[in-house]
């Protein structure tokens, strides 16, 4: 619900004032976010007059009173001219085309005590961003914070890793294109990591869909192979035998037909007629 209040307007109906207060009182809010919300109540007499002021100011609650009746018709009409003109019109077939959906993302990163930064401020483009440095410089911490600020709490093990050794608190800071900032506290404890978002998670109150991938470490310079053909297996050939001279097996790592090898039966003969040379 805090997600919601903080990226939507929402419009309280068929409640009293007091039920709206007691069902705010037990939600904990952080901060109060851009967006106006509206309360159309049933009242009578004057003191209504205060708690609508406490609801304004403490929530951003824009009372909307009508006067008590019986089966409230007044309600009726109203969600009936609400509805009518929130409704798409027609579109004729001349109407200009659709603009084109507004691009989502951020504007500006801050980071404290984040990996090995102690303070970084960062303007991103709306398209497309690249961090180019050398190995161990933060490239990677950058986007592990700027993804643990999205996540909030969900982060896990990641939460743990970017704050900066040494310190017991980091802060990731974002600024989305539309200028709304959303601010992540992480704090280390005996038990791991605890993230604190106000106004709220970001994943929620802006309604974005996150994706993510690991870093490209694998890349290789060889040649790209692409699909192979399915061939049908051979049997390999057989080998050659090798070439005799004069009868005689040559000397080398050819192998017999009893599997021994042609060079140790030379060498074994060498080393026999060794001792008749040495006596003649």
Not at 144 to 165: L, P, S, T, Y
Request: with cysteine.
């Amino acid at each position: 619900m805090e997600a919601l209040f903080v990226s939507r307007s929402l419009l309280f109906v068929g409640c009293s004032l007091e039920g709206i207060e007691a069902y705010l009182r037990g939600i904990k809010f952080r901060g109060r976010g851009p967006y106006r919300h509206y309360a159309v109540v049933a009242v009578t007499g004057s003191t209504w007059r205060a708690k609508a002021d406490s609801l304004l100011h403490r929530y951003g609650i824009d009372v909307l009173p009508y006067g008590l009746t019986v089966n409230h018709p007044e309600l009726q009409a109203f969600v009936e001219r609400l509805l009518a003109d929130v409704r798409p019109a027609p579109r004729s077939p001349a109407a200009a085309p659709s603009p084109e959906p507004k691009v989502l993302g951020l504007k500006r990163v801050h980071l404290e005590n984040i990996g090995p930064f102690e303070a970084l401020h960062l303007t991103l483009h709306e398209r497309w961003n690249v961090f180019l440095g050398n190995n161990g410089v933060g490239k990677s911490s950058i986007l592990r914070a700027a993804a643990a600020a999205v996540c909030g709490q969900d982060a896990g093990q990641d939460a743990e890793r970017i704050i900066k050794f040494g310190a017991t608190k980091g802060q990731v800071k974002l600024e989305t294109l539309e200028g709304r900032e959303y601010i992540a506290d992480f704090f280390r404890t005996s038990s791991g990591v605890e993230v604190k978002c106000l106004p709220g998670r970001l994943l929620e109150s802006e309604g974005w869909l996150a994706l993510g991938f690991p870093a490209l470490r694998t890349v290789t310079w060889g040649a790209i192979k692409g699909p192979q053909l399915d061939l049908p297996r051979q049997r390999p050939p057989r080998p050659t035998p090798s070439p005799s001279s004069a009868g005689r097996p040559t000397r080398g790592p050819t192998t017999s037909s009893s599997g021994s090898s042609t060079s140790t039966i030379e060498s074994r003969r060498e080393a026999l007629r060794a001792p008749a040379i040495a006596s003649s």
